[in-house]
């Protein structure tokens, strides 16, 4: 058996870290790539199959640090503004029939939650950099009755919350969702569109885009 192709990979791996940011990256980012040039593919996922691409975007997700979500809304006097939210249980992404929708909470003292309110069409972001990894999650926002949002509530989130009654639950129902892991499900397109899922109005999930021109 041949080694030469494992020590490419160790090769060509330290020569690229001096360009693709923090260490830890840096190897995840290179080893990633260089495994794809020679070859080395994970167990594959069929990008013409919505339920393959949404099982593997949901777990995915799941996989991602808590604290790793990314919330974008539109502003009150035009733009976009995006900040971290906490997604730790038993708020996350959640899957029921087909149906995914993903639990967050805020403050009715906050911008997001006046943004929200003005234009509930957001985005939510699971960024993973120890897997360089992303699902991104488009849809509409919706606050849950007080009585349904105080179900969510945890005793952790008082130190969040000086007052309590300021606290509000949401769920994003999901109409799109994009999925990036790199070195295993990726866009090789000229344009980069990522591998793209979109909820269409027959009740089920279309694969709008699968990383191929």
Same mark, same amino acid.
């Given at each position: 058996?041949?080694?030469?192709?494992?020590?490419?990979?160790?090769?060509?791996?330290?020569?690229?870290?001096?360009?693709?940011?923090?260490?830890?990256?840096?190897?995840?980012?290179?080893?990633?790539?260089?495994?794809?040039?020679?070859?080395?593919?994970?167990?594959?996922?069929? &990008?013409?199959?919505?339920?393959?691409?949404?099982?593997?975007? &949901?777990?995915?997700?799941?996989?991602?640090?808590?604290?790793?979500?990314?919330?974008?809304?539109?502003?009150?006097?035009?733009?976009?503004?995006?900040?971290?939210?906490?997604?730790?249980?038993?708020?996350?992404?959640?899957?029921?029939?087909?149906?995914?929708?993903?639990?967050?909470?805020?403050?009715?003292?906050?911008?997001?939650?006046?943004? &929200?309110?003005?234009?509930?069409?957001?985005?939510?972001?699971?960024?993973?950099?120890?897997?360089?990894?992303?699902?991104?999650?488009?849809?509409?926002?919706?606050?849950?009755?007080?009585?349904?949002?105080?179900?969510?509530?945890?005793?952790?989130?008082?130190?969040?919350?000086?007052?309590?009654?300021?606290?509000?639950?949401?769920?994003?129902?999901?109409?799109?969702?994009?999925?990036?892991?790199?070195?295993?499900?990726?866009?090789?397109?000229?344009?980069?569109?990522?591998?793209?899922?979109?909820?269409?109005?027959?009740?089920?999930?279309?694969?709008?885009?699968?990383?191929?021109?």
């Amino acid at each position: 058996m041949s080694f030469a192709p494992y020590a490419a990979v160790a090769a060509i791996s330290a020569s690229l870290g001096a360009v693709l940011g923090s260490e830890k990256v840096q190897v995840y980012g290179a080893l990633a790539k260089v495994k794809g040039w020679l070859g080395f593919k994970a167990a594959a996922v069929d &990008l013409t199959e919505p339920s393959a691409v949404l099982a593997e975007a &949901l777990n995915l997700a799941k996989a991602t640090p808590q604290d790793c979500g990314v919330l974008s809304t539109r502003q009150l006097r035009g733009g976009v503004a995006s900040r971290m939210v906490q997604l730790k249980e038993p708020f996350g992404v959640q899957e029921e029939d087909g149906k995914v929708k993903v639990n967050f909470f805020t403050s009715q003292a906050s911008r997001k939650f006046s943004e &929200l309110k003005s234009d509930p069409s957001c985005a939510l972001l699971y960024w993973n950099p120890e897997t360089l990894t992303y699902v991104t999650f488009q849809g509409r926002a919706e606050e849950k009755s007080p009585s349904e949002g105080n179900n969510f509530w945890r005793e952790w989130m008082q130190i969040l919350y000086k007052d309590p009654k300021l606290y509000t639950a949401w769920h994003l129902h999901v109409q799109k969702i994009q999925v990036v892991s790199i070195g295993r499900l990726e866009s090789y397109r000229k344009d980069w569109r990522p591998v793209e899922l979109e909820w269409v109005n027959d009740g089920s999930w279309k694969v709008v885009c699968d990383g191929t021109e």
